[in-house]
């Protein structure tokens, strides 16, 4: 099959409330989906919904989960192991989400999840960014320290399985300080690109796939496309609601 040139994941988050909506949302969704659209599309659901929701196989629509343990099994009162995301009918696993940060999970626990989610054969979508901008750029400073402990010493060849996604935390709806613009978008990707290039080197970066999260709607989605410096996105509420997620999807080019 032909790789999709865009990728547009839900990050539905602690949503919706029952398994029945959330079935009646997936549908939606791969109802309003356009056969031979170049948009690859990942619902990122609640980890106790995806056993049901990924029992009828769909070549629409692909699967992920909010977070994972790095662990195979053992004494973690409330995690799933990576195992147990694949079990689930998964193929993608959102890791390092500002929201996991914000209960003290560190970049170096997000680096040893990512390793066992790729050793899994789980596609990594490893969230980084700033929680502010500080008038003295110190943020820059974080953020690189971030990038480096969050994809220290992974093997080379496996990065371009990860898809790296800038989510500026100050921008995602639940915090949101302003919108982020594609410009910073593109400031900011270049940035993590060099970092990572420091790191393995310019062609290894060039395979990976970046995508920007922070509060995109169907008014600003292709912008981030056209001038953001990614080639697709992350989105939280927006993606709630199949008709809005559906504007954001069919707004990426056909080309
Ligand atoms: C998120 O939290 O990953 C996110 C992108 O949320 P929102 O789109 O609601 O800002």
Redesign the pocket.
């Known amino acids: 099959m032909q790789k999709k040139k865009y990728t547009v994941v839900a990050?539905w988050?602690m949503n919706p409330e029952t398994l029945s909506k959330a079935q009646e949302l997936s549908k939606g969704v791969e109802k309003g989906l356009k056969k031979n659209s170049n948009t690859k599309v990942i619902l990122c659901a609640p980890s106790v919904f995806l056993p049901i929701l990924t029992v009828k196989k769909s070549k629409m629509i692909s699967w992920g989960a909010q977070n994972m343990h790095w662990e195979k099994q053992g004494p973690y009162t409330g995690e799933i192991s990576s195992k147990m995301v694949v079990g689930s009918g998964a193929t993608y696993v959102?890791l390092g989400?500002?929201?996991r940060r914000a209960l003290s999970e560190t970049s170096d626990m997000v680096n040893k999840k990512i390793l066992a989610a790729l050793k899994s054969g789980l596609t990594p979508i490893v969230?980084i960014g700033e929680r502010e901008r500080d008038p003295q750029s110190n943020y820059l400073t974080t953020l690189k320290q971030q990038v480096i402990e969050t994809f220290q010493k992974l093997p080379k060849a496996s990065l371009k399985k990860i898809i790296v996604t800038y989510?500026p935390v100050w921008?995602?709806?639940?915090h949101?300080v302003r919108p982020a613009t594609p410009e910073e978008s593109t400031e900011m990707v270049i940035f993590i690109k060099k970092i990572l290039a420091d790191m393995y080197g310019q062609q290894i970066v060039a395979g990976i796939n970046f995508l920007y999260?922070?509060?995109?709607n169907p008014e600003d989605a292709l912008s981030f496309i056209v001038h953001g410096n990614v080639s697709g996105l992350?989105?939280?509420?927006?993606?709630l609601k199949a008709k809005t997620f559906l504007q954001i999807i069919n707004s990426m080019p056909q080309n």
Do not use: T
Request: proline share 0%; charged share 15%.
């Open positions: 990050n988050k959102i989400h500002s929201e969230c989510e921008a995602i709806s639940s949101q999260g922070g509060s995109v992350l989105v939280g509420h927006a993606s």
